[in-house]
């Protein structure tokens, strides 16, 4: 089945700060979506981004499926943002791949 | 619309019991899923069912028995609970439309296995 791969493990962020996540697949996909898990353990989705650019106020993602790889980039950080992101991939059938995700505490 | 119900929110069984997490969905989506989260891991597919009366297996779908009776409810058994089974798990839903299939989540179950 395809793999998916996040990058940086964790995030350190000072309030304000911009930063940038990726993740990394090993198959041509149909679905890519980005999910945010607060602290809580709720999980939302950000974006639905198999292919392009889109944004979300300080959020944006961007995914080059050509080169199997997707950014997620959080602009102005703020303490809300903390939490794991996780991105999620499917390829052929009906199985979305989560990756390992990215914990990143943004500090006051 | 409440969306995907998880119940219950938290339990703790013994070794060899057994029980049934619920999920309900209120959004008439075709598509439903069980993962679970161990720590500071990612979510592994348990089971997933398509359509009301198909489910196929996950990525770790020993222990675990699922059945769609109905669009609106995918109950997840466990047959005879070990501590391996620890976890929360999480119940998804979606659907095709506009060529998007994006997932909607419960809140979680918490489970303990002693």
């Known amino acids: 089945g395809i793999q998916v791969e996040q990058s940086p493990p964790d995030l350190i962020l000072q309030e304000g700060a911009n930063s940038t996540l990726r993740c990394n697949f090993s198959?041509?996909?149909?679905?890519l979506q980005w999910f945010h898990q607060n602290p809580w353990g709720q999980l939302i989705n950000l974006f639905y981004i198999p292919s392009g650019t889109k944004q979300n106020g300080r959020l944006s993602a961007t995914t080059v499926a050509t080169e199997r790889y997707s950014l997620l980039y959080i602009s102005s950080s703020q303490t809300t943002d903390s939490g794991v992101y996780f991105c999620a991939a499917k390829a052929a059938g009906n199985k979305l791949t989560f990756g390992g995700g990215t914990r990143v505490l943004v500090k006051p | 619309n409440a969306g995907v119900t998880q119940t219950p929110k938290f339990q703790v069984l013994k070794t060899g019991q057994s029980m049934t997490l619920q999920c309900a969905q209120d959004m008439n989506h075709e598509y439903m899923s069980w993962y679970r989260q161990d720590p500071g891991m990612g979510l592994r597919l348990i089971h997933y069912s398509v359509g009301a009366g198909i489910t196929d297996q996950g990525e770790v779908p020993n222990g675990y028995n699922v059945s769609r009776s109905t669009t609106e409810d995918f109950p997840l058994r466990l047959l005879s609970a070990a501590p391996s089974q620890t976890s929360v798990y999480f119940c998804?839903?979606?659907?095709?439309?506009?060529?998007?299939?994006?997932?909607?989540f419960g809140a979680g179950t918490r489970l303990s296995v002693l």
């Open positions: 198959d041509s996909v149909n679905n």
């Open positions: 998804a839903s979606s659907r095709e439309r506009d060529g998007k299939n994006i997932q909607y």
